[in-house]
């Protein structure tokens, strides 16, 4: 999970200021790598629909004090859980449920370049073990399906 594709820049979970690191691990690692990258977590918005079940369970304690209290979320914060990006979710979703050809196309035929500072471009035209994610289905779709995967109501 991490990088933004096609091209971003300073991406977090590729500098976490610690430079460099992401782009030792990718130059490195020799076994097949599928990136999920911030552009289909941050479309995909979940949690509201948290609000509507037991106040006691840990998925909702835990979302309601995330919503009070993440910096980008607190001001917004009246009480309930906030809807919000899906990075780790899409992630797990693609690792438990896979879902290539249904939820998200696999754009392959290409490798990451990564930069020192979290900066990473998809360079075409080599084949290797990288691949990443693309959204197929719409992002209102894929809230729903991960809400219904986190709530154990996949069918």
């Known amino acids: 999970m991490g990088g933004h594709f096609p091209k971003g820049e300073n991406e977090w979970n590729f500098n976490g200021d610690m430079p460099g690191v992401t782009k030792f691990v990718i130059e490195n690692l020799n076994v097949p790598i599928i990136f999920s990258g911030f552009e289909l977590g941050v479309q995909i918005k979940t949690g509201e629909e948290f609000n509507n079940i037991d106040k006691n369970t840990p998925l909702y304690q835990g979302f309601l004090y995330y919503s009070e209290h993440a910096p980008w979320m607190k001001a917004n914060f009246e009480g309930k859980i906030l809807a919000n990006s899906t990075f780790d979710q899409t992630a797990i979703l693609y ?22 500072n979290g900066d990473n471009r998809w360079k075409k035209g080599k084949k290797t073990n990288q691949s990443y994610l693309k959204l197929k289905e719409s992002p209102e779709k894929m809230a729903q399906i991960i809400e219904a995967v986190m709530l154990n109501r996949f069918e």
């Open 95 to 116: 690792a438990i449920e896979g879902g290539v050809n249904e939820y998200w196309r696999l754009i392959s035929g290409g490798y990451c370049e990564v930069d020192v």
